[in-house]
């Protein structure tokens, strides 16, 4: 889960799953209450699927994931059930561990030099400002004439400048796992790892009273369903390379992540927020899917690469704008475009495609890939009833959760062929998507009927409706 939009909704345990239950007493709560019946769901990111070249190779058990796993039922508090029966799949705690890292992290580095780099930038192109105006008129010129008598060799030097960009980036292009899209890799993936330990240790400093044990519900709900999830993958090299160890953390919070090194870390908040095993499942894939596809190092690069381009049109700003004042403004605006031009987008691409890589993750492993879709449903309407500003998709690192929700409806049937291929039981019930659009008709018929006259007098906040089980 993003962690910078995590905390948009402020998810309270009392939250009720009143979408895909159908009680009818949970529509009257909803309606008296304020619409606090609302299932509160966690926002989080999800990743895009693809296919192996070589093929699939399906290796869970013919038995779903709900089987083997009680629901999440969220009681009236808000708790996950204390018992639960004893599981049906071995938990996965031996995986094939990446080898020790010596080498010092070489990005965090350039974390710590890129202010000194823009420092410079800045004095370079301030120094070649003041030492033009400090120029006298006649030498001006002379340099002006010397430049035009010399304008094609400038020209060769500024474009072997630009080709040893090129050949830099295509000389640093490796295939993407699983999907094979072609990225730019600056970093290495050890010296990514080690960073990434770094980043743990601070996680488990700050988290370190707040650390369930094993023996809890929720911890043995996440372990089993990554378990799960990483046996279900492990005919790929990424998934069985990286040895998957689970942190559940009691915190309010909805919110999860995973590190690059296959550290998960999973809030208590979203375990209370999450309608179902399934969209759990889903959630799970799609940070695992960030690990595997090693996004966080993809990102780190491009940025990486960037901003050492940018220092040269960072230089230049600074030494045609006549004053510090409109230099400053000029920096503002590069910095600007950029973000929105470059840094952004690639971010929304980045989750396109764990969306669908997460999505595979959880078809394979047996899970109702058609809860992906209600859960952003869900997401859009939660903060649609707080009264959320609903932020454009190119302010936002992420795509609006209408957009992920009909892209993962686009992928859905591609996910249920997978499903399938894997000998996965046949999907009993109705489709979760049909009864999350039914009971929304429901809930906005009840919101006419009580903005419609009472002429009996009856305490709207009380309505004596009754409503057939979806």
């Known amino acids: ?34 619409l606090r019946c609302l299932l509160d769901v966690p926002n989080t990111e999800v990743h895009r699927n693809a296919h192996h070249s070589s093929g699939r190779f399906c290796s869970q058990s013919s038995q779903p994931l709900g089987e083997k796993i009680p629901s999440l039922q969220i009681s009236s508090v808000g708790q996950l059930p204390h018992h639960f029966p004893a599981w049906n799949i071995q938990i996965i705690r031996s995986f094939h561990t990446s080898p020790s890292l010596q080498a010092a992290p070489v990005p965090l580095f350039w974390i710590l030099v890129k202010p000194a780099q823009k420092l410079f930038a800045i004095i370079l192109g301030r120094s070649i400002r003041k030492w033009w105006k400090a120029l006298p008129p006649n030498k001006r010129e002379l340099f002006k ?26 000389t640093h292009l490796e295939e993407t796992p699983i999907t094979g899209r072609a990225r730019l890799m600056v ?23 707040q650390m369930l044990p ?76 960030h690990a595997v596809l090693e996004h966080a190092a993809e990102k780190a690069s491009l940025v990486h690469f960037l901003d050492f381009l940018s220092l040269i049109f960072l230089a230049m700003i600074w030494a045609i704008c006549p004053r510090d004042s409109l230099a400053v403004v000029g920096q503002w605006i590069q910095s600007k475009l950029q973000e929105f031009i ?14 669908k890589v997460g999505l595979q993750f959880a078809a394979k492993a047996c899970v109702d ?38 892209h993962l409806d686009r992928l859905i049937p591609e996910a249920l062929k997978i499903r399938e291929s894997c000998n996965c039981p046949s999907l009993s019930g109705p489709d979760p998507r049909l009864i999350f659009r039914l009971n929304m008709q429901r809930l906005l018929e009840l919101a006419e009927g009580r903005e419609a006259p009472n002429s009996t007098k009856q305490d709207p906040s009380k309505p004596k409706l009754d409503f057939p089980h979806t």
């Not at 979203?270 to 399934?278: E, F, G, Q, R």
């Not at 449903?377 to 609006?400: D, R, V, Y």
């Open 145 to 170: 004439e010397s430049a035009r008598k010399n304008k094609w060799k400038i020209l060769l030097g500024v474009s072997s400048l630009g080709v040893v960009f090129v050949m830099f980036y295509f």
């Open 187 to 209: 970093f290495g993936k050890e010296h990514f790892r080690e960073l990434s330990q770094m980043e743990y240790d601070m996680w488990m400093e700050l988290f370190k009273s």
């Open 214 to 289: 094993e023996t809890d519900a929720g911890y043995q709900v996440v372990e089993t369903i990554v378990g799960h999830l990483s046996e279900s993958n492990k005919d790929i090299p990424q998934v069985s390379a990286l040895k998957w160890v689970i942190h559940v953390v009691d915190e309010p919070a909805v919110n999860a992540f995973v590190l690059p090194n296959g550290q998960v870390f999973v809030f208590t908040g979203l375990l209370n927020a999450v309608s179902d095993i399934h969209q759990l499942s889903f959630i799970l894939g799609h940070e695992i899917a």
């Open 369 to 406: 890939v058609r809860a992906s879709s209600v859960f952003w449903q869900q997401m859009e309407l939660a903060e649609t009833i707080e009264g959320q500003p609903k932020m454009p998709e190119w302010l936002s690192t992420h795509p609006s959760h209408e957009n992920r929700a009909e």
């Open 342 to 355: 470059f840094d952004r987008p690639y971010s929304r691409t980045l989750e396109a495609e764990a969306d």
């Open 1 to 34: 889960v993003d962690r910078d939009r995590c905390q948009r909704l402020d998810l309270s345990g009392n939250a009720r799953n009143c979408f895909l239950t159908g009680n009818p007493d949970c529509y009257r709560n909803f309606t008296g209450k304020g």
